[in-house]
Nanobody, 124 residues
Framework: QVQLIESGGGLVQAGGSLRLSCAAAGLTLSSYAMSWFRQAPGKEREFVAAINWSGTSTRYVDSVKGRFTISRDNVKNTIYLQMNMLKPEDTAVYYC?????????????????WGQGTQVTVSS
């Protein structure tokens, strides 16, 4: 059974930092492109960041460029999202996802496996 398990969410003040982790069970992440999406209440799921299988290529939504960094450790079968200079508009449930390819403009349809999500709340 494939499981992606996110952790590291929480409550932080604006300007603060959090690091999210996504560990995999039943899935070898080194064979997959990985991504982070987020969904705020009443909004559609939004792409945040993605990384190819080797970690040599990344994608970011414009609103997080320069603040968020996606990375992976294929030995630990884990990906990360370092989030700095957090803003209240970053508040959402964050999901990690695994897909076969890193495409130019990732959408949820490009990913086959999803975690259950972790809540990130940024207070002003």
């Amino acid at each position: 059974q494939v499981q992606l398990i996110e952790s590291g969410g929480g409550l932080v003040q604006a300007g603060g930092s959090l690091r999210l982790s996504c560990a995999a069970a039943g899935l070898t992440l080194s064979s997959y492109a990985m991504s982070w999406f987020r969904q705020a209440p009443g909004k559609e799921r939004e792409f945040v960041a993605a990384i190819n299988w080797s970690g040599t290529s990344t994608r970011y939504v414009d609103s997080v460029k320069g603040r968020f960094t996606i990375s992976r450790d294929n030995v630990k079968n884990t990906i990360y999202l370092q989030m700095n200079m957090l803003k209240p508009e970053d508040t959402a449930v964050y999901y990690c996802a695994a897909g076969k390819y890193l495409v130019l403009k990732p959408t949820p349809r490009d990913f086959d496996y999803w975690g259950q999500g972790t809540q990130v709340t940024v207070s002003s």
